[in-house]
């Protein structure tokens, strides 16, 4: 109160202090309503946005708030969380049709209070898993029930895919250390920036990722944008469902290109912390030790790509991928060979009904971590 008092002495000698005296006011007030002004479902619905995710990493901001405050509100005790990739994330269908959207429905159906809370992102390599569940740390946000994909193709060597894809400047800041090690492993190349405009860049990315009335920007736009068509009597079309793969002939020419086939290379693994995916991996590991943590691996649909494998080899790095988890203190599932064909929407991904099916299999294992 001093504060106030103190500001309103000095500007409310002129016209012109007391405008500025009432904007900053009006400013301090802004933080704290903002984020009541935008609803929880804009944030965070079954999962985040990936749009306003991809368009500015520091919104992950928001989500984690979200995601706390929905925890608090509702003193749950018990809550699992998904991290992952498209697959965890369920592409490409909506949200009400994706594992954390279902996983919460069985929960429900079995009178159960616990939560799954999404996390899974497009694109997100091993080096951003490890970042959110340090971020998870930074928010109070438990990792003590945590399920996380795997893919093939992450473990693949790729020249042109950084190790952090979307939060390395996050990473930067809560694991320093971590962060030179993997400029050795093709992290994002940092762009040579005169020092003034670096400190405005990181003066931008700290407003984002701390002041709420950054946080909350882009989905206060949202929000405002949704009413505003709603008034105009813009009608929103539901989705057409989400299609098989067998009921689209282009995806056997889409996937002959170089960015799908690099996904199914043959080449053998190397298995040890040169390759990103295993100097990450042992990271969460050894962050999750004596955690109920479940890794499970995505199949590909082989009835789609089989003529673009060379099954020996692949599936002696598949086997590669089995034997390094047999050695590890977590909780891993193959699910190659358990997925029905005809529940893929594409190589990897799902239909609504896949998507279903695979929360069914992924409940069965979280079902012996006894929450309530």
């Not at 060597?157 to 400047?169: I, Q, R």
Request: charged letters at 25%; a negative charge; proline letters at 4%.
């Amino acid at each position: 109160m001093e504060v106030f008092t103190i500001l309103s002495q000095k500007l409310k000698s002129s016209s012109s202090n007391k405008v500025i005296f009432y904007c900053i006011i009006y400013l301090i007030a802004l933080q704290f309503i903002i984020n009541a002004c935008v609803p929880s479902r804009v944030v965070y619905n079954h999962r985040l946005d990936y749009d306003l995710v991809k368009d500015r990493p520091t919104n992950i901001e928001a989500v984690l708030k979200e995601i706390k405050t929905i925890i608090a509100n509702e003193e749950l005790d018990d809550y699992v969380v998904i991290l992952g990739d498209s697959v965890s994330y369920s592409s490409p269908g909506l949200s009400n049709t994706s594992i954390g959207y279902y996983l919460n429905q069985i929960a429900q159906d079995k009178g159960k209070k616990f939560r799954i809370f999404n996390l899974a992102m497009p694109s997100m390599q091993a080096g951003d898993i490890y970042t959110l569940l340090l971020k998870m740390d930074q928010y109070g946000i438990s990792r003590d029930n945590v399920i996380i994909n795997v893919l093939y193709a992450g473990f693949v060597e790729k020249l042109d895919t950084p190790p952090v894809f979307w939060l390395d400047k996050q990473l930067k800041h809560m694991d320093p250390i971590t962060y030179k090690e993997i400029n050795t492993l093709g992290a994002k190349d940092e762009k040579k920036q005169s020092q003034i405009v670096a400190l405005a860049q990181n003066i931008k990315d700290k407003l984002y990722e701390n002041i709420p009335l950054f946080q909350y920007k882009d989905y206060l736009q949202v929000y405002i944008k949704e009413e505003l068509g709603k008034l105009r009597g813009h009608v929103v079309y539901a989705s057409e469902p989400v299609q098989p793969w067998y009921e689209k002939p282009f995806l056997k020419d889409l996937l002959a290109e170089y960015q799908y086939q690099i996904g199914f290379n043959p080449t053998l693994f190397v298995m040890n912390n040169t390759n990103p995916q295993i100097y990450f991996l042992e990271k969460i590991i050894n962050l999750q030790e004596g955690k109920n943590t479940l890794i499970y691996l995505a199949p590909i649909n082989e009835e789609l790509v089989g003529e673009y494998l060379d099954k020996e080899n692949y599936f002696k790095n598949v086997k590669t991928i089995d034997d390094y988890f047999a050695q590890k203190p977590v909780k891993y599932i193959n699910y190659y060979g358990k997925m029905p064909f005809d529940l893929f929407s594409d190589q990897v991904h799902y239909t609504a009904d896949g998507y279903k099916y695979l929360a069914d299999l992924l409940w069965d294992q979280i079902a012996v971590w006894n929450l309530q």
